[in-house]
């Protein structure tokens, strides 16, 4: 994408993911989001003097599918210590890997067929979490500090692209993407907003094919949202500093949502010095091929192999069928669908149910069962139920699972009898002359506004199609 | 004195108490603590519990451990769950760890009685424990001088027969070197063979818990419950643990010993007699031997000194004054820290910490620390070489006896020397062993070393208990 004088974006991201494993990365204590502050804590993440780390099996397993996934190299690896006073770091230093990462060299192929490299994808610690009251709410000034060693300790691993993103809206179809691999790898939930995944983005700007620019750090983007409105700003910044003969600097900056702006966290020179040596406390981690290859053969099928399988399935699609795909395909829901096109439904209608309706109440999916969702379509395609009781039929599922058929009848979804339906139409021509004379005349747009009346007069159990039929009958 | 496996058949035959026991150990401290300033922290009341403990196991016909009922004291870098661990420095005052440490785990399940906490250079930094933020202890042998460190309080302890055993961390020759000056048995276990978990580190790659005993046997014994493989240290050897007493009497006929130049140069006269005299022991025992020289060796401490402080310097860095110890008020965390860190580290650890800094700073790392660590894989190397030659390294401990008060206090450079002869082991993992063989000046004690490859104790107990026997102690 091309900015204003010609300039072009270049954005490599770092992605940090914490691994959905048991227990933290050193210690036994549960790896688990939202309990009681320093609850999930024992001697080895608290860094008392003497503790020393044990790596977590999981966590490492979960590092290599996600190497797997992106089609890295697993290479020996070893760990070393990033050196740094924070306090909600309790050995105040962050065991990481350096120079010999347990991935390195992969790709990742987006939904428009772009190509993003990857570096590497290593394993780290996290820290745990501050709360600043008082002054700025960040750590200078407070008046008080508040930490909660809970998250200390948890296996993160930590996603290095290489410089190949051009536009905000790649980036944001890169983390979107990833987001997708690292829930299938089971290595992630990809919550953003609980912070499991959390986004560095580095920014520069040059004319188009001129070497690099210098680039910027920008820090704290916790949604797709920020991630591409930082990315736009810092871009349109930097261009305007260069069309003003300046120079940019290489920094890391802050993301304001609220001001929607960045700032100078620290530049190059005030940048830490973190004094990186071999972990002594841990021994070099080399996965053997078995232990590799059976990390591989339990991988289930990756976002774009599924998005393919899906799409096969649909002929011609239009854009919001391929928009529905990837609903289905972000939250997983193809299973659903699947399930109900394997018993006869219609691919259209199943995909615009689950990217709907299901997509609606995500969050109850779980009272979902592929059976009820495959009978409710069913039902709906029969002419059993009309569209708006397909929905509520479907909000009622998901809102305490159950049966369709029962569901259906407790409401009184039955079908309308051809009688009935024949009756209420004629009840309507008679009604509205004028709208009967300009459908009669060949003005089908007016069909919809009988399918209403319809609606109204029967309390939606009429099924849209009959109606059409019922009317061309008496044309 | 009784030794500690005299001691353990006693109370476990019934002829002896477990409290009995601590009774005596205690009465020993209670007449020379004041004076000797051995211990930072008698736990009477732990150590009347777990000697009950002995005694009722004892009293109900269970086994109660090889150790049973053997008082021992503990290095104050150790932790013990409730007990105040200190390491020895105003930055930990106070502070009572909510776990133990491997070692006191093993300890308590072979029936020792750990009496209490001993003194040390803070943090294990240094070779008197006049780096002691408590103040120094006094060497029982002869007051006006130091018991070597940074284990001083230790071997004190067994020294002056306040307990048969105690435990020290070896980092540089922390075991050896006061063992040497205190005239007692020091052993440097190979790097791995003892559970690290809850050692308070000093420098991660290099420290190592061991024993201090007055006799061979007694040493063997405690190691033998120390060692073995720990799933809380993943630096810990998978192996099963060797045994070793039943080793202890092997003697040493067909080994071969290398005497090596640069594991006595600069020694003392006294010093390289005992030496000279314990080689014409072992020979007399049946060994050969063969001088050698490993130039390599000479690097050691320059190496020691970049990589040891590099590793203190973030293994020290949690001492912030935010979740525990010392907290000393200031206006924002970065002062306060920095207050904190002020107050509560001596000139040393704080000499240490810059010192490691720097050697792993941007622009530093190669030239220092990178290069230090390419020595370090020399010096492996070169030990390797030397045992496909011989079984055995033969050496002094440490270059004279035991020194007076304030003599190396002033040039920290004098004082890092009294390690040259013990930090190549630490640098190379390997395992070694201090026995006291002679004396020199005033009548005291000099120490001889026995250097090995990792993994090779048994034949260091063994050929430590034909030196042993030669100086005149059956």
């Not at chain 1, 609220?258 to 973190?274: H, I, P, Q, V, W």
């Not at chain 2, 002691?132 to 460190?149: E, H, I, K, M, Y």
């Not at chain 2, 990178?370 to 070169?382: N, P, S, Y």
């Amino acid at each position: 994408m091309t900015l204003e004088h010609g300039y072009e974006m270049v954005v490599g991201l770092e992605v940090h993911t914490e691994l959905r494993t048991r227990s933290k990365m050193f210690c036994g204590c549960a790896n688990a989001f939202g309990a009681e502050p320093n609850t999930n804590i024992c001697p080895v993440c608290l860094g008392l003097p003497g503790s020393l780390p044990v790596l977590n099996v999981r966590a490492v397993e979960l590092a290599m599918a996600i190497g797997v996934a992106l089609h890295c190299v697993i290479a020996p690896s070893t760990f070393h210590r990033k050196n740094y006073f924070y306090p909600d770091m309790p050995k105040d230093y962050q065991i990481s890997q350096y120079d010999l990462p347990i991935n390195t060299g992969g790709y990742l192929d987006l939904p428009d067929a772009s190509r993003v490299s990857i570096e590497r994808a290593h394993l780290e610690e996290d820290t745990g979490k501050s709360t600043h009251l008082g002054g700025s709410g960040r750590l200078q000034g407070a008046d008080r500090s508040l930490v909660d060693y809970n998250r200390s300790g948890v296996p993160l691993v930590e996603i290095v692209s290489g410089p190949d993103i051009r536009s905000s809206a790649q980036a944001r179809a890169y983390a979107q993407e990833l987001r997708g691999i690292l829930i299938a790898t089971g290595a992630s939930d990809g919550r953003m907003e609980e912070g499991s995944m959390r986004i560095d983005a580095n920014v520069s700007v040059r004319q188009a094919n001129a070497p690099l620019g210098t680039r910027c750090e920008i820090k704290n983007l916790n949604s797709l949202r920020s991630l591409h409105r930082a990315i736009d700003y810092e871009a349109q910044r930097q261009v305007e500093m260069l069309e003003r003969g300046e120079v940019v600097r290489q920094e890391t900056r802050h993301w304001d949502e609220n001001l929607g702006e960045t700032s100078t966290m620290r530049t190059k020179e005030e940048a830490e010095d973190y004094r990186y040596f071999r972990e002594p406390d841990l021994v070099d981690l080399a996965p053997d091929q078995a232990w590799q290859d059976r990390v591989r053969a339990a991988l289930g099928a990756m976002p774009a192999e599924r998005r393919r399988l899906l799409r096969e399935r649909l002929q011609d699609p239009t854009d919001a069928q391929l928009d529905a795909v990837e609903v289905v395909i972000d939250l997983a829901l193809e299973g659903l669908v699947n399930a109900a096109v394997d018993r006869g439904a219609d691919v259209t209608l199943a995909i615009a149910r689950a990217a709907n309706e299901v997509a609606a109440g995500i969050e109850h999916v779980t009272n979902l069962t592929p059976g009820a969702f495959t009978e409710t379509v069913l039902m709906e395609q029969r002419g059993d139920l009309s569209a708006t009781q397909a929905k509520t039929v479907l909000g009622e599922l998901l809102a305490g699972g159950g049966d369709p058929g029962v569901i259906a009848a407790a409401r009184g979804f039955e079908r309308l009898s051809s009688d009935s339906l024949e009756a209420t139409v004629a009840t309507l021509i008679e009604q509205f002359p004028d709208e009967w004379g300009r459908y009669r005349d060949g003005d089908d747009k007016l069909a919809q506004f009988f399918i209403g009346q319809v609606m109204k007069a029967t309390n939606g159990q009429a099924n849209g199609k009959s109606v059409v039929l019922a009317l061309q009958a008496r044309r | 004195m009784r030794s500690a496996v005299r001691i353990a058949e006693e109370v476990r035959s019934g002829a002896s108490t477990a409290v009995a026991e601590l009774a005596g150990a205690l009465e020993v401290v209670a007449a020379r603590n004041e004076e000797l300033h051995v211990f930072l922290y008698v736990d009477e009341e732990g150590a009347l519990a777990a000697a009950e403990r002995v005694d009722a196991t004892v009293a109900s016909g269970g086994d109660a451990g090889p150790l049973a009922g053997v008082p021992i004291a503990i290095k104050d870098n150790m932790c013990q769950r409730g007990v105040p661990t200190t390491c020895a420095s105003k930055i930990l005052e106070g502070w009572r760890p909510p776990y133990s440490a491997t070692v006191i785990d093993r300890l308590l399940a072979a029936g020792a009685v750990p009496v209490g906490k001993t003194n040390l250079d803070e943090f294990a930094m240094g070779s008197s424990t006049e780096n002691s933020a408590f103040g120094p202890t006094l060497n029982p042998l002869d007051t006006s001088r130091v018991p070597g460190g940074s284990s001083g309080g230790s071997a004190a302890a067994v020294a002056a027969g306040m307990t048969p055993l105690a435990i020290g961390s070896d980092t540089g020759g922390s075991i050896r070197q006061p063992a040497s000056l205190c005239g007692i048995i020091g052993v440097k276990p190979t790097y791995g063979l003892v559970s690290r978990y809850g050692l308070v580190a000093f420098a991660s790659s290099l420290d190592q818990i061991g024993p201090f005993a007055t006799n061979v046997t007694d040493a063997a014994t405690l190691l033998e419950v120390l060692a073995g493989h720990d799933p809380m240290d993943s630096t810990s050897l998978p192996e099963a643990a060797p045994s070793l007493v039943e080793h202890v009497r092997d003697g040493v006929a067909g080994q071969r010993i290398g005497v090596v130049r640069e594991l006595i140069e600069g020694a003392d006269d006294e010093v390289l007699e005992s030496v000279t005299r314990a080689l014409a022991a072992l020979r007399e025992a049946g060994a050969t031997s063969v001088e050698l020289s490993i130039p390599e060796l000479r690097l050691g401490l320059s190496a020691y000194y970049l990589i040891a402080p590099a590793e203190a310097s973030s293994n020290l860095a949690r001492y912030d004054g935010v979740r525990y110890g010392l907290r000393v008020d200031a206006d924002d965390v970065t002062a306060m820290n920095e207050a904190t860190r002020t107050a509560g580290f001596g000139a040393e650890v704080k000499r240490r910490i810059m010192l490691g800094t720097y050697a792993l700073s941007a622009g530093y790392y190669d030239a220092y620390y990178g290069q230090a660590l390419k020595v370090r894989t020399q010096m492996i190397d070169a030990f390797a070489r030397a045992y496909r030659e011989v079984d055995l390294l033969l050496g002094a401990t440490t270059p004279s006896v035991a020194f007076a008060f304030g003599e190396k206090t002033a040039n920290p450079l004098t004082m890092y020397l009294s390690d040259v002869f013990t930090i190549p082991t630490n640098l190379a993992g390997e395992a070694a062993i201090s026995v006291p063989f002679g004396t020199g000046e005033g009548g005291l004690p000099v120490g001889v070393q026995l250097l090995g490859p990792g993994r090779s104790e048994a034949r260091l107990f063994a050929a430590a208990r034909v030196l042993e026997i030669a100086d005149g102690r059956p």
